[in-house]
Each structure stands twice: as structure tokens, then as C-alpha cells.
């Protein structure tokens, strides 16, 4: 079958890489067999597409479509101006196919839909695919736009640890990554006129509005804190309740407060959906509790009061449990406002497809910071997403590489 211009022949292909028989849905951690599974798989068609592939020191895959140099370019700038399009193709545990892979795939057929237009790009064209964007082994997200951009510190960076407490430069190294050529590449940036990122849309805008694509306004700040309680590890039965110092009936409050403190902001979400109990007997009172707070709201600081309000209730009932808590920020995100020049460009090409916020976090949020970025979405029917449930009717698919090729003609025409 071929793939020419077909974002859904090219997801078909990779449906069954990085299945989860246990969760459900689709595990596929960066530099996991099922992560470079799909690095492979891009590469080829990236290099069937005649790109020219390259792997920069971040894990970050660039395939250039490399438009006629100018006179006045030295071969050096010669891809300068670039327009850069791409997405991720790790997952969440339990994740769907369309996340992230559905931009990767987009940006590919998209390709072959300038090439059958006959467009002549004045500038580079580049897909890119970004490492670990779900922060999802490593704990921080969009890592690799986030070491591209200098938002994350090379050194922090190759001491994260995974679930198993591998460092990211044991693993990057395991799978033939170099992690002392990661950090902010400032020329490559330099040389990039704008990013534009497709994405399957995690919410249910477009549903609601009976539309298949749409461009995004905003995302939502948004926070990730690590959370560790100690306590005292001992006999379930054997210990009177007066004697405990148990991390789970702290972590239960962390818990509660987490929802208590959310729900009293206009729309602001919190969310606990990772929780380590250690050692994890039945017939064992914990020691220790790693627990993760995930929140976010449009107003930074509406964000930063809930976690402290948060923290505050866990330290008093550590307090009386006889426990000790430390809290750690692992990533923090400040609402972020598309580029609006950028943005009214697709709105031009695009003049339909409504301007939806989102409360997901991109590369292209991340990125923002640096260079022009805007966002397509696709509609969701479910409006679900970090599901198995996720999905795209094959028909929207469609409409979203006609969009994206739309809007790519437009900058690469100009
Ligand atoms: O967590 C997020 O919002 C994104 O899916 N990484
Ligand atoms: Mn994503
Ligand atoms: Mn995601």
C-alpha cells in the first residue's frame, strides 16, 4: 500500500509498534526498542521522500527538504529561513497513536502534497521529530525542544533518572546516543523562520464545533512537582496505630488537597496519576511514598498557588504522621501565546478552521520562546487523549495534511 500524501497509511503502519498488552494503548518511552523502532521507520521515509535525514546531538531527527541556495547564501546558510514542521513519536504509558505520531505522519504526506502541487520552495523545509516531548521516562517534557532552546541545563539533563534509576546519559548511551553532545544549539535556531506543528487535538473544541481543523490560540501553563514522603516501613500487623508513620496516609491527603485547592479555581486542573509505594506489600506499611503533581491553569501564578496551598496541607499531616515531605519542581511552563504574525498568516490561508486554547503542552510551546511557532489541531471524536481511546476519523486526517500543505506552501512560497 502505498503512502504517497496518506498520513493514515503511514499510521497504519506503525500501529503495531510499542503496543501495551497490559495498559492498553501504545508504551513507547524514548530510546525504547519501540521509540527507535519508529525512528527507523521515519528515516526511511524521510530518505524515500529524498530528504536528507540528520540526527542532531539532542536525539532531535531533521529531514531537510533543501531548497536551491540563493546566490547570496554562503552553503553554510544555505538553510536559513527554514520552515521547520514535526512533531514526537514517544507516548504516554498506555497512550494513543495519534499523539504526536499523527503530526510526524501529517508533515510526511504533507511533503508529498507540495511535491505533486509542483511547489517550488524559495526556502528550506525540515521535519523534525522531538525526543521524550512526554517527559514520560525522564520526568521532564518536550526534553529534546527544551535542550534545542537552552530551557533545560546539559548536566541536569543526563542525570535524570528513569522508573529504573538509569541516568538519561546510561540510556542515551545504551542506545547509541552520544549525551555529551546535548545542549541549546543557538545557530540552528538562528537559521529557522518558523515552526508549525500539527497535532491531534486533546479536548473536544472541535467536536463541539463540527469543524476538522483548528489553529491554537494558547496553551495553559502548566507544572509537573515530584513529591516524596519518608515515613517508617514496618509490620502491617504487628504495629499499633499509634506507632505509624505512614507515607501512604499522607500521600492520601497530598491527594485530596490537590482536588480540594483545584476545584476552587475557574477551570484550572490538577492531577495525581502516578503514585510509587515503596517497598509495596500488602502486609506492609510503607516507608516511602514518590507521587507526582501535574497541574495547570492559563494564570502562572493561579498555578503556583494551588501546588504551595497543596504542599502546605501535606506538611501538616506529615507533621502530625511523624513523616518528613520534600517537594521538587521538575518542569514549569508559562502560558504561552502563539506567535500572532505567524498566526494570522494561517488564519489567511486557513480562514475557516477556528483558534482553539489548549491545556496540552508541545514542542511547539516550548519552542515559542525561541522562534515564530503555530499549531494545527485535528478533530478528536472521543476528545480524549493519553488513552487508547484517542483517535482521528481517516477523513480528518486528511483534511489536516491538506491544511498543513496549505499552510506550508504559503511560508515556503515566500
Ligand atoms: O502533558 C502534556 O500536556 C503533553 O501531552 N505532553
Ligand atoms: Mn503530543
Ligand atoms: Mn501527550
Not at 57 to 79: F, L, M, Q, T, V
Not at 111 to 134: I, Y
Not at 291 to 301: G, I
Request: hydrophobic share 45%; aromatic share 4%; with cysteine.
Amino acid at each position: 500500500m502505498t503512502t504517497h500524501g496518506d498520513a493514515n497509511a503511514l499510521l497504519s503502519e506503525i500501529d503495531g509498534i510499542g503496543i501495551d498488552s497490559d495498559r492498553g494503548g501504545y508504551t513507547r518511552p524514548v530510546f525504547s526498542d519501540a521509540e527507535l523502532e519508529l525512528r527507523d521507520w521515519f528515516d526511511a521515509h524521510a530518505t524515500a521522500r529524498g530528504l536528507s535525514v540528520e540526527h542532531d546531538g539532542n536525539g532531535i531527527i531533521w529531514a531537510w527538504w533543501d531548497a536551491p541556495a540563493p546566490a547570496d547564501r554562503s552553503e553554510h546558510r544555505a538553510r536559513s529561513g527554514a520552515i521547520v514542521t514535526g512533531s514526537h513519536l514517544d507516548s504516554v504509558p498506555g497512550g494513543g497513536n495519534f499523539d504526536g505520531p499523527l503530526g510526524v505522519a501529517s508533515a510526511l504526506a504533507a511533503v508529498d502534497l507540495l511535491r505533486d502541487r509542483g511547489v517550488t520552495p524559495v526556502r528550506p523545509l525540515a521535519v523534525a521529530v522531538f525526543p521524550e516531548e512526554e517527559g514520560s521516562r525522564f520526568g521532564l517534557a518536550c526534553l529534546g525542544s527544551r535542550l534545542l532552546s537552552g530551557a533545560a541545563a546539559s548536566e541536569t539533563v543526563r542525570a535524570l533518572t528513569d522508573d529504573t534509576g538509569r541516568t538519561y546519559a546510561d540510556v542515551a548511551t545504551a542506545a547509541g546516543f552520544d549525551p555529551t553532545s546535548i545542549g541549546p544549539d543557538p545557530e540552528r535556531l538562528a537559521d529557522i523562520a518558523a515552526f508549525v506543528e500539527l497535532h491531534v487535538e486533546q479536548g473536544r473544541g472541535l467536536v463541539d464545533l463540527g469543524q476538522p481543523v483548528a489553529l491554537a490560540g494558547a496553551i495553559i501553563a502548566h507544572g509537573r512537582w515530584h513529591v516524596r514522603i519518608d515515613g517508617r516501613g514496618d509490620h502491617a500487623g504487628a504495629t499499633r496505630m499509634a506507632d505509624r508513620q505512614d507515607p501512604v496516609v499522607v500521600a492520601a491527603e497530598t491527594v485530596r488537597a490537590l482536588r480540594a485547592h483545584t476545584l476552587i479555581v475557574d477551570d484550572a486542573r490538577g492531577t495525581v496519576g502516578r503514585i510509587k509505594v515503596t517497598p509495596g506489600g500488602t502486609n506492609v506499611i510503607a516507608s516511602a511514598v514518590d507521587l507526582w503533581l501535574d497541574v495547570r491553569h492559563r494564570d502562572d501564578e493561579a498555578v503556583r498557588r494551588i501546588v504551595s496551598e497543596v504542599v502546605a496541607a501535606t506538611g501538616r499531616v506529615a507533621d502530625a504522621e511523624g513523616c518528613a515531605v520534600t517537594v521538587t519542581e521538575q518542569s514549569f511552563s508559562p502560558t504561552v501565546f502563539f506567535d500572532p504574525a505567524l498566526r494570522e498568516r494561517m488564519q489567511g490561508v486557513l480562514p475557516h478552521a477556528p483558534v482553539l486554547d489548549t491545556g496540552a503542552g508541545h514542542d511547539a510551546g516550548v519552542l515559542a520562546a525561541v522562534i515564530p511557532t503555530g499549531m494545527l489541531f485535528v478533530r478528536n471524536p472521543t476528545g480524549s487523549s493519553h488513552t487508547p481511546s484517542e483517535t482521528a476519523e481517516a477523513a480528518d486526517v486528511t483534511a489536516g495534511v491538506e491544511a498543513l500543505a496549505d499552510v506550508l506552501e504559503h511560508l515556503l512560497t515566500r
